[in-house]
C-alpha cells in the first residue's frame, strides 16, 4: 500500500509581508486540499519569518509574526538568527507564548545548559499509516551574540550527532528544519546519511528541484518568500521503503492574488505604526542626512555612538540613516522608519598602527556607492564614513584621536557597527578584540543621544 507525503516549508521571510497573503492563502488551501484527499501535510518554517525592520514586527516585537503563522497551521518552526539575536532575553522567551505550533532547536539553551520551556530539540510525528518522522530544528552559531542575551548555542553539528542517535531508532524518516546554510547542509548530507531529507535556509539560496547529496533530498525556497517550497514523498506502508521523492518552488508572482492584499499589507503597516507612535524627542530645528556630504545627523549619530560606548573613537557611514528628522515631535516610529536595520554598537580594541590602517581603508573611493545586502544593513548604498574623535590631516595621512597624533603601539578602543567585523570589510576589525553591545540598535542610540 502506498501513502502520500506532502511537505511544505518556507524561510527567511524577514517580514516582507507584501508577500504573506498569497503565501498564507496557497498553504491553507493545499493544507486543506491534502487532508481532503486524504494524504498527509506537514507544513514547516526555517526561521528569520521575523524582521524587525518592518513596523509591524517591530511594534509587536515579533508576536504579530507568530499570530500570522498561527493562521497558516504549521506544524513546527526552528528559529533564525534574526529571532534569537535581535530581541531582547524577555521578548524571545515570550515571542512564541501564543504559538499554535512546535518550536524545534537542538542547539539553543539557557545559561544554565537548560532547554528553554518552549522549546523541542525533535518532534516525532506520525502519518495515518502509523509512519513516524523524526524532525530535528538546528539555527546558526552566533555565540558572540547569544550569550550577552542570556542564551546558549552549541555547536550544530556536535548536537546533531546525538540527536540522530537519541531520533532514527523511533523514526522512519528524519526531517532536518535547518537555519544553517547551503555548505553546512551539503556537509551534514556527507556526514550523516541518516538524515533523509534537509529543509535550508539562512543562505537565501534557491533550489528549484531540490538536490540530492548523498541519501539525502535538499531543499531550499530562497527568501523574502519569493518561493514556497513542497517535498513530494511516496512510500510504502508495509516495507516503510521511499518509493519516490522529488522537490519543487512555487513562485509567489506564480501564486493566486488574495483578495484583499493590498488593504492587508497596507494595514500591518498602520497597525505598526500605530504601536510605535511614541514621543522620544522635540526637536527645534530640522536635521539633515545626506550620503554623500557632511550633514548633522549622522554625525550626531556618530557622536552618540562614541559617548555610549565610552569610546576613544567612532566611525559610522552615513548611508545607516535613510533620511534625516524635520523639526519637531521625533516619535518611534521615526527613528525606526530612518534606522530600520537590525544592527548593534560595537566596540574594538586595536593598536594604533591597526587603527591607522582601518581608518585609511574608509577612505577608498569604492565605498561611497557601494551597494551593500545582508548583514543587517536595510539600507541603499553604504554613504561616506562620517568620523568622531578621529581627525584627518588636509594631506590625509597625520591622523590624530582625540587631538594627539595616533601612536603605533597604543591602545585605542573604536566604536562603530558589528556589520564592519564580519570579515567582509575590515580584515583588522575582524580579527580584533571586541564586545557586541546587545540587544541595542544604532535608533536606540539615537533616542539616547536626542533625549540627551
Given at each position: 500500500m502506498k501513502e502520500m507525503i506532502h511537505?511544505?516549508?518556507?524561510?527567511?521571510?524577514?517580514?516582507?509581508?507584501?508577500?504573506?497573503?498569497?503565501?498564507?492563502?496557497?498553504?491553507?488551501?493545499?493544507?486543506?486540499?491534502?487532508?481532503?484527499?486524504?494524504?498527509?501535510?506537514?507544513?514547516?518554517?526555517?526561521?528569520?519569518?521575523?524582521?524587525?525592520?518592518?513596523?509591524?514586527t517591530e511594534g509587536t516585537l515579533g508576536k504579530g509574526n507568530i499570530a500570522l503563522m498561527n493562521e497558516v497551521g504549521y506544524n513546527a518552526v526552528t528559529i533564525g538568527n534574526n529571532e534569537g539575536i535581535t530581541l531582547d532575553h524577555d521578548d524571545l522567551d515570550s515571542l512564541y507564548d501564543k504559538a499554535e505550533f512546535d518550536v524545534i532547536i537542538g542547539n539553543l539553551y539557557t545559561m544554565e545548559k537548560d532547554i528553554p520551556s518552549w522549546v523541542d530539540t525533535y518532534k516525532i510525528y506520525t502519518t495515518k499509516s502509523g509512519m513516524k518522522i523524526g524532525v530535528i530544528g538546528l539555527?546558526?552559531?552566533?555565540?558572540?551574540?547569544?550569550?550577552?542575551?542570556?542564551?546558549?548555542?552549541?555547536?550544530?553539528?556536535?548536537?546533531?550527532?546525538?540527536?540522530?542517535?537519541?531520533?532514527?531508532?523511533?523514526?522512519?524518516?528524519?526531517?532536518?528544519?535547518?537555519?544553517?546554510?547551503?555548505?553546512?547542509?551539503?556537509?551534514?548530507?556527507?556526514?550523516?546519511?541518516?538524515?533523509?531529507?534537509?529543509?535550508?535556509?539562512?543562505?537565501?539560496?534557491?533550489?528549484?528541484?531540490?538536490?540530492?547529496?548523498?541519501?539525502?533530498l535538499l531543499g531550499a525556497a530562497g527568501k523574502y518568500g519569493q518561493f514556497v517550497g513542497h517535498i513530494i514523498l511516496e512510500v510504502d506502508t508495509v516495507s516503510k521503503?521511499?518509493?519516490?521523492?522529488?522537490?519543487?518552488?512555487?513562485?509567489?508572482?506564480?501564486?493566486?492574488k488574495s483578495p484583499l492584499e493590498e488593504r492587508e499589507i497596507e494595514n500591518w503597516f498602520v497597525e505598526g505604526k500605530k504601536l510605535l507612535d511614541q514621543p522620544v524627542a522635540f526637536l527645534d530645528t530640522e536635521l539633515k542626512a545626506d550620503w554623500f556630504q557632511l550633514s548633522p545627523l549622522p554625525q550626531l549619530l556618530t557622536d552618540g555612538l562614541l559617548e555610549w560606548c565610552d569610546a576613544d573613537c567612532a566611525f559610522l557611514n552615513a548611508g545607516l540613516l535613510l533620511n534625516g528628522l524635520s523639526r519637531g515631535e521625533v516619535t518611534k516610529y521615526d527613528l525606526h522608519k530612518i534606522l530600520p536595520h537590525p544592527i548593534n554598537p560595537c566596540l574594538i580594541e586595536l593598536t594604533g598602527a591597526e587603527l591607522k590602517e582601518v581608518i585609511k581603508q574608509t577612505f577608498d573611493e569604492k565605498w561611497p556607492h557601494l551597494q551593500i545586502k545582508g548583514l543587517g544593513f536595510r539600507g541603499k548604498v553604504m554613504g561616506n564614513f562620517i568620523y568622531s574623535g578621529i581627525t584627518i590631516g588636509s594631506n590625509g595621512q597625520t591622523l590624530r584621536v582625540q587631538g594627539n597624533i595616533i601612536d603605533p603601539q597604543g591602545k585605542y578602543k573604536l566604536a562603530t557597527t558589528d556589520m564592519f567585523t564580519f570579515g567582509h570589510f575590515f580584515p583588522e576589525l575582524h580579527r580584533a578584540s571586541k564586545k557586541y553591545f546587545m540587544p541595542e540598535f544604532m535608533r536606540d542610540i539615537l533616542e539616547w543621544k536626542l533625549k540627551r
Open positions: 511537505i511544505y516549508h518556507t524561510n527567511d521571510l524577514h517580514s516582507h509581508l507584501e508577500h504573506w497573503p498569497r503565501i498564507r492563502d496557497f498553504l491553507k488551501k493545499r493544507k486543506k486540499w491534502h487532508e481532503e484527499e486524504k494524504d498527509n501535510v506537514f507544513l514547516f518554517d526555517l526561521g528569520d519569518h521575523v524582521d524587525r525592520w518592518h513596523p509591524f539555527t546558526a552559531n552566533f555565540g558572540n551574540f547569544y550569550e550577552p542575551l542570556g542564551w546558549k548555542v552549541t555547536a550544530p553539528m556536535d548536537e546533531l550527532g546525538y540527536l540522530i542517535n537519541k531520533v532514527k531508532p523511533m523514526a522512519d524518516y528524519v526531517i532536518l528544519l535547518s537555519h544553517l546554510g547551503i555548505k553546512d547542509d551539503e556537509w551534514i548530507a556527507e556526514q550523516f546519511p541518516e538524515v533523509d531529507i534537509i529543509l535550508g535556509a539562512h543562505t537565501h539560496h534557491i533550489l528549484r528541484e531540490g538536490k540530492e547529496v548523498n541519501n539525502s521503503k521511499l518509493l519516490s521523492r522529488q522537490a519543487q518552488l512555487y513562485e509567489h508572482q506564480e501564486l493566486p
